[in-house]
């Protein structure tokens, strides 16, 4: 088992939707979550980060953090073909070190 | 947020040459930094954990002879591509964490042609 899964696509959704990203981890002790944005030839960019239960907005964008399913979601609303790139979930146990997911791939068609 | 500059962007060598690659975070000091590895359509690879003053912790399979990082400083480190060949060839990018919540910030990347 990965130690960051997530779907690898890839997910389409019209302009204008909701895209749902959805990210699972494995070690329970993980403390910090992260939602980077890559596009492609570039290097990601982080856009969400989140360490608590609930839900954390900003702007188009709501991460959501379920420690108990260890489960994390990025939500992006009223999707914009700028939005399609590649999205990586990560994870933290140990302080700096984060482990990423291999990614899920996102299209949005105008 | 803050800002980490890598350098180049873009180099094509020949085989058996070396290649070094600089990451600078511009408006804050780094303790760690990281260099990753990417293939195309690849999820990024973690080579190895950059310390101020210190060696580098590799992650397994990485070789520390042909990887050479260092660290010399609060806001540059290094990583140098000893006798590069073909199958070097790859997209390396850095980062380095950004304050106590550990969010990085990552290079521009460099990608690395070996002909």
């Known amino acids: 088992q990965k130690e960051v899964e997530q779907n690898s696509g890839p997910l389409s959704v019209p302009e204008g939707a909701i895209a749902s990203l959805n990210c699972t981890y494995s070690d329970r002790v993980s403390q910090s979550f992260f939602w980077y944005r890559q596009y492609s030839g570039k290097s990601p960019e982080l856009i969400m980060s989140i360490y608590s239960n609930g839900d954390k907005e900003d702007g188009r964008f709501t991460a959501q953090l379920n420690k108990a399913s260890q489960y994390v979601s990025l939500l992006i609303r009223d999707s914009q073909p700028s939005d399609s790139a590649t999205y990586l979930c990560?994870?933290?146990?140990?302080?700096?070190?984060?482990?990423f997911g291999d990614g899920t791939t996102l299209t949005v068609k105008p | 947020g803050a800002v980490v500059s890598q350098h180049p962007s873009r180099v094509i060598c020949k085989s058996g040459t070396s290649v070094k690659i600089e990451c600078r975070s511009l408006d804050f000091q780094a303790t760690t930094m990281f260099w990753y590895r990417q293939f195309p359509k690849k999820s990024l690879m973690l080579m190895a954990t950059?310390?101020?003053?210190?060696?580098?912790?590799?992650e397994q399979g990485v070789e520390k002879d042909k990887f050479l990082i260092n660290h010399a400083s609060l806001t540059l480190s290094t990583l140098t591509v000893t006798s590069a060949h073909p199958e070097d060839s790859s997209f390396y990018i850095c980062?380095?964490?950004?304050?106590?919540?550990?969010?990085?910030?990552f290079g521009s990347g460099t990608q690395l042609s070996v002909l």
């Open positions: 990560a994870v933290n146990t140990n302080a700096g070190k984060s482990t």
């Open positions: 980062s380095a964490a950004g304050d106590l919540n550990e969010k990085l910030f």
């Open positions: 950059s310390n101020e003053g210190s060696k580098a912790t590799y």
